[in-house]
């Protein structure tokens, strides 16, 4: 028998989803200034109060999708063996999580709102995060103290950065390609630094 704490657990997943996609769906049809709390709250079919319990704001709401990939994205990385190269831990925790999660009509969508200045605090703040723990999780898998180590920092800005910029160039174009082709080329990019 299932314990009720999964359970629960499970629930609020559930509701949170609900809550961020509610939110990306109406902002997406009518901007991010033409959407109240309350409105997403309703299409979730929740309260006003429970929103509060999951969001400070529709805007966080919003990018709660982001979030929640990069998230997982950090716990796969960390989860990687031990004796796996650094570069090859991110290689196999990108291609297990981001193009699972990445759907292109909502990414696609997601970027139209990016350009509403109300946004970018909120997508800074889940950038900065993100790499924050990535570093935390390198530092951790190399053996370093990230207080008194640049390397963890550097190399978590470089991968989240250059994710970013993969993941647009594939939504710009089109490119037909599975994303996870394209983040392998990518690893690859970063092992020979750029070379050509």
Request: proline share 5%.
């Amino acid at each position: 028998m299932e314990r009720p704490a999964g359970l629960r657990e499970r629930k609020k997943l559930a509701t949170r989803k609900a809550l961020a996609d509610a939110a990306l769906r109406l902002c997406v049809e009518r901007g991010v200034d033409g959407v109240t709390v309350e409105e997403v709250a309703h299409d979730a079919g929740v309260s006003l109060r429970t929103f509060f319990n999951y969001f400070s704001s529709k805007e966080e709401a919003v990018v709660a999708g982001d979030v929640a990939t990069a998230e997982a994205f950090v716990q796969e990385f960390a989860g990687r063996p031990d004796d796996e190269p650094v570069l090859e831990a991110l290689r196999r925790a990108l291609v297990e999580i981001v193009p699972e999660r990445i759907d292109r009509a909502k990414l696609g969508q997601l970027r139209v709102l990016r350009q509403t200045p109300s946004l970018l605090p909120h997508l800074l703040a889940a950038f900065h995060a993100q790499e924050r723990a990535l570093a935390v999780a390198v530092a951790r898998r190399v053996g370093v103290d990230p207080d008194t180590d640049v390397y963890p920092h550097m190399f978590a800005a470089t991968a989240m950065a250059t994710l970013r910029a993969v993941v647009t160039w594939w939504l710009d174009t089109g490119d037909r390609r599975p994303l996870a082709d394209l983040i392998g080329i990518m690893i690859d990019r970063l092992d020979a630094g750029f070379a050509r």
